[in-house]
């Protein structure tokens, strides 16, 4: 059987055989045969923007593999910096190679005295670490301007090692302001998970040690957000690379769409939905709310995976892990229930709606004490590494500037009333 499509204009009666390549067929062979019409497809979901060697992910299967590599496997044995690097450089590191990136990713996690003294100050009491850390992220911008000359591999890995190594630096610095109580410089003798822990906590003791149950459940979260190839916020980051700015402005524009409530808001929105809920009774009338479309069962259901987020499953191993060492969440039985409940109920079942990785996060983060503001950040420094490989990629295809069509739906050509008129 040929592994084409033919599509024909029946109003000129043109025919054109299309190869389906990866699964795939390529749109510039339809725009020969009609130009002028354009393909309809708003939030792109039968469209792939691009070609991309970096995740794999099959939704219908639950199957999620970096650079080839199964999450379950990479999540029991690898480390976030070492996720990165594969990320980055489509290998795992050596030894050798481990050392010279975790070095350099230590020794970039200061930040200018100006961010903290002057721009993180600036912010009102109440402001959300989100729109500060976002803030923050795209005022690096100005301190580097070199950032600017995307061409040079050199300089672009020297922003790529800047951006993972200040995230966590520039998230505790937003929390720490937050909450009125002063920076804590970063301590290079720590992980990069044990030193966001210590930036977070540390108030007089000479140096914080986390728990390392939670050093590394925090570390395994990240590798789970490190990377899910074109999601809302990595195709921000793809299209606002392709105008060749600057990583730090389009890693702020990534963080803008992660921010979102139906991204990687919806930890944040697990936790007070499941606050609403208040009480086990209330369970059942508030899936009942949710199929008459009344509201939204959070952390639940994804554009691509049909079956079990695999992620999620790792997660709740980690909760696990977690609460034997801060004491088991009070929203976790209901959280469970609520699972149990939509699982077995057909309007979920019908529409292939499992829980996502959000679904157990924020009870994780919850009881190690973030609050429900950092959430998303936590997301965001996950993800950083996966938003950097993809712009890396992008400019290495040297892929075109990202310009959709529209179709246009309003009125046609009107002469200009006077506001006397009007
Ligand atoms: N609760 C109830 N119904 C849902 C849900 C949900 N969470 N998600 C989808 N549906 C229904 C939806 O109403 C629709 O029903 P119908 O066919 O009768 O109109 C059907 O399922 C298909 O949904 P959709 O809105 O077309 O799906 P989508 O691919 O556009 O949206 C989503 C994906 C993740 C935005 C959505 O499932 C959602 O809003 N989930 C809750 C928010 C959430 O947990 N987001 C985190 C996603 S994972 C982390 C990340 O990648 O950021």
């Known amino acids: 059987m040929p592994e084409t499509v ?17 699964g795939s067929i390529d749109m510039k062979a339809i725009q020969k045969l009609m130009p002028g019409t354009w393909v309809l497809d708003p939030a792109f979901g039968g469209t792939a923007s691009t070609e991309s060697a970096i995740t794999d992910l ?28 594969l990320l980055l450089n489509g290998e795992l590191p050596n030894q050798e190679q481990t050392d010279s990136w975790v070095h350099d990713v230590t020794y970039h996690t200061f930040i200018h005295e100006n961010m903290r003294k002057r721009f993180m100050e600036g912010f009102n009491h109440d402001a959300h670490p989100m729109g500060m850390l976002m803030s923050a992220i795209a005022a690096l911008s100005t301190f580097y301007p070199e950032a600017k000359d995307i061409e040079d591999p050199g300089n672009r890995y020297k922003q790529i090692n800047r951006l993972i190594s200040k995230g966590p630096t520039l998230a505790a610095m937003a929390y720490r302001a937050s909450i009125g109580m002063p920076f804590v410089y970063p301590d290079n003798d720590l992980t990069y998970a044990e030193n966001f822990l210590s930036m977070m906590w540390r108030v007089a003791e000479p140096q914080y040690k986390p728990d390392p149950v939670l050093a590394k459940a925090l570390d395994v979260l990240l590798i789970l957000h490190a990377d899910h190839e074109q999601n809302c916020s990595t195709t921000t980051m793809r299209v606002v690379g392709s105008a060749h700015a600057d990583p730090y402005s389009a890693v702020a524009a990534a963080t803008g769409a992660l921010y979102g409530p139906r991204h990687g808001g919806a930890n944040e929105a697990v936790i007070h939905m499941l606050e609403e809920i208040g009480s086990y009774d209330n369970i059942e009338p508030f899936v009942e709310s949710v ?20 992620r999620a499953r790792i997660v709740k191993e980690q909760a696990d892990k977690v609460f034997e060492v801060t004491g088991k969440s009070p929203l976790l039985d209901m959280a469970l229930k ?17 829980p996502n990785v959000d679904f157990y996060t924020g009870l994780i983060y919850q009881s190690m004490g973030f609050p429900l503001d950092m959430f998303t950040v936590l997301f965001t420094i996950g993800r950083m590494p996966g938003w950097l490989a993809h712009w890396q990629e992008l400019l290495e295809q040297g892929q075109r500037i990202s310009r959709p069509r529209q179709v246009y ?14």
């Open 291 to 310: 199929k008459a479309g009344e509201s939204r069962l959070m952390g639940f259901g994804h554009r691509v995976y049909k079956a079990y987020d695999p």
């Open 6 to 22: 033919t599509i024909t204009d029946n109003r000129t009666g043109q025919t054109v055989d299309i190869p389906i390549e990866n």
């Open 58 to 85: 099959d939704g219908a299967n639950g199957i999620l593999r970096y650079r080839g590599y199964p999450i379950e496997q990479l999540a029991e044995h690898s480390t976030f910096l070492e996720v990165c690097y």
């Open 338 to 354: 609520l699972e149990e409940i939509a699982l077995n109920d057909d309007y979920f079942k019908s529409r292939n709606l499992y």
């Open 409 to 422: 739906t309003g009125v046609g050509e009107r002469a200009y009333v006077p506001i006397a008129e009007r």
